[in-house]
């Protein structure tokens, strides 16, 4: 049986699959689009959409919601469920994104009213249990225009609230800008590594769009470590309450909402395009998305623009040269219209090529009994590119020196492609291709001596993560049915999965195109990771590049002692996209490629 790329698929969630701006995060049955365009108005406490059973009024005033538009009259707030699904654990580690404009305070405001998102709470259960009101919030003041992050801990109409201080930076000058619309990205995040932070801490980050364009920034971002962040004016949280003072909010919650504050109904806040995503966080992989977004080896995320048809140094070190050439979609919005569209790798296995192609090639689109990869716009090279490889298949090559490379490649379908990389390596006593192998347990790349990997079966690859997938139910079930049939490389399809193993370096890509029945952006896009590292290439010295100088820290040149994460010119030695630039696919010499590593860098 063979499936279509959107089978059972909401546009809402075909929508998501298209947006990689946070490539590490992945869809889930909890995930949440708001749906605002029919006409309706909520106006009074739990009050339900109509439209939306997951979206339930709260607070005091007015939704009104029609056109896109989410209008907040006086201080309501809109809490999204996690949608009730036996599945579904709730909302842990969220991408919690919307887009507001305040509009008017009217006949006044208070001095907490700006916009504002509250992620990883059972807020919804306070008045049964006033300690499930715990979880985060990120705000936009008003008045001052801070960006601020405030923990709730307590919430009891009776005995009142419990709050830790707000911990702000600025971000507007002379307070929040009205009839301006604000894109706000807040992610809350659990930090499982302990060697990072302290065991139970999360990461708080809020990012912006200050011009509705679709690029977003880092604009603030603290760590809430257990026993620190304590309640504020001499409060305590009651002792029957299991997150205490200090404690973090851990664990999967029922909530996420929206809010706003004013003394009277008008005070008017709109919202449109908001979204909940469940993330999985991995913080040891590199690589780049289609669009193009830079996953930087230390937590960054950073976009690196370049030129179209441009090639660019993405990793260079005396072992591996990895490039990639960006294209423009000229149909797609602008400041969203680069996407990666090839690259190469060169190692000790060869010169390994992947590129795309508008247009399928001729075999492919006069053959009806041929089964292509894309359809026949992704193309494989195990030579260079003298040759390429259209069709889905297991191929093996070796170079001069005999040291093997192997890539798989087949067709999927949505519910089956990943965003994410579970690192493994598998140890055995039986013959290998590869020795010595990188065990990618943290993000210290602690090195697992003498491993050796068996080479698994195209199938294995994909059962072994299923549960990092899209959809994973829907995708076992997809993967079941090629088992039994044996006809994983018959799969027709417009999106493709690659695997690339080398004795040195293995990786994961992906290739996504636009929806072929609605292609209002129409574009090819490759997202590439480094998925398993060899320990002789984890300490080659002078890691160059895009991606290779994301290898070590950044801290800041005017805040000593703070990281960078988001800044592409404080990241990167190369002050222009040009200074990475190489001659062709295989090309070496670029302008940034330096030996040594800048002062202000340190290993993590």
């Not at 940034?592 to 993590?604: L, Y």
Request: proline content about 5%; overall charge negative.
């Amino acid at each position: 049986m063979l499936r279509p790329l959107s089978k059972n698929l909401s546009p809402a969630l075909v929508i998501l699959l298209v947006q990689f701006l946070f490539p590490l995060a992945h869809a889930d049955v909890s995930d949440w689009t708001s749906n605002w365009t029919a006409s309706r108005f909520l106006e009074s406490s739990f009050d339900v959409d109509p439209f939306d059973p997951r979206a339930m009024m709260r607070g005091s005033g007015d939704v009104d919601i029609g056109s896109g538009i989410a209008k907040f009259l006086g201080s309501p707030r809109l809490y999204i469920d996690k949608g009730g699904y036996t599945t579904s654990a709730g909302f842990e580690n969220v991408e919690f994104t919307a887009y507001g404009t305040y509009i008017t305070l009217g006949n006044g405001g208070k001095s907490y009213s700006g916009l504002t998102l509250a992620a990883r709470s059972n807020h919804d259960n306070y008045s049964t249990d006033p300690c499930d009101a715990a979880g985060y919030y990120a705000r936009i003041y008003q008045n001052t225009g801070e960006c601020a992050f405030q923990k709730e801990h307590y919430h009891s109409s009776s005995t009142g609230t419990v709050y830790t201080a707000t911990r702000r930076t600025p971000c507007f000058v002379g307070g929040l800008p009205f009839n301006q619309t604000i894109g706000m990205k807040f992610k809350v995040t659990t930090i499982t590594d302990s060697s990072i932070e302290p065991a139970g801490s999360v990461l708080l980050e809020l990012y912006l769009d200050e011009n509705d364009s679709g690029n977003f920034v880092l604009k603030h971002s603290s760590v809430d470590r257990p026993g620190e962040w304590l309640p504020s004016g001499g409060k305590t949280v009651p002792s029957e309450c299991s997150i205490g003072d200090g404690d973090t909010v851990l664990g999967p919650r029922n909530v996420c909402f929206l809010r706003s504050d004013g003394v009277d109904t008008t005070n008017v806040v709109e919202w449109k395009d908001a979204s909940i995503l469940n993330t999985l966080v991995d913080t040891t992989n590199g690589g780049f998305n289609g669009d193009p977004t830079i996953l930087g080896l230390q937590h960054q995320v950073f976009k690196f623009e370049g030129r179209s048809d441009g090639w660019y140094a993405n990793l260079h070190n005396s072992l591996l040269k990895w490039n990639m050439q960006f294209r423009k979609f000229e149909d797609c919005p602008q400041g969203e219209d680069m996407f990666v569209s090839a690259m190469t790798l060169s190692t000790g296995a060869g010169n390994i090529y992947i590129k795309t192609t508008p247009e399928p090639t001729e075999e492919c689109r006069s053959d009806p009994n041929i089964v292509c990869l894309g359809e026949g716009t992704l193309h494989i090279s195990l030579d260079g590119g003298k040759t390429f490889l259209s069709q889905p298949g297991d191929y093996h090559s070796s170079s001069a020196e005999s040291k093997s490379a192997r890539i798989v490649a087949h067709n999927t379908y949505a519910a089956c492609s990943r965003k994410w990389h579970d690192y493994q390596v598998v140890d055995s006593s039986s013959t290998s291709s590869w020795s010595h192998l990188l065990r990618e347990n943290d993000r210290h790349r602690q090195l697992a001596a003498a491993a050796t990997v068996v080479e698994k079966k195209p199938l294995q690859l994909l059962l072994d993560n299923k549960l990092q997938m899209i959809d994973p139910n829907e995708c076992h079930d997809w993967i079941q049915e090629r088992a039994v049939s044996h006809d994983l490389f018959q799969q027709r399809g417009h999106w493709s999965t690659i695997y690339v193993e080398t004795p040195l370096v293995s990786f994961h890509v992906e290739y996504r195109r636009s929806d072929f029945n609605a292609p209002t952006c129409n574009f090819q896009s490759l997202d590439a990771w480094m998925t398993q590292v060899s320990p002789i290439m984890e300490h080659t010295k002078s890691w160059n590049g895009i991606l290779g100088e994301t290898k070590h820290k950044v801290f800041s040149k005017t805040n000593p002692g703070e990281e960078v994460l988001s800044d592409r010119y404080e990241l990167l030695r190369g002050s222009h996209d040009a200074d990475y630039e190489v001659d062709g696919p295989f090309g070496t010499y670029f302008t940034a490629s330096q030996e040594n590593d800048e002062p202000n860098k340190k290993e993590a």
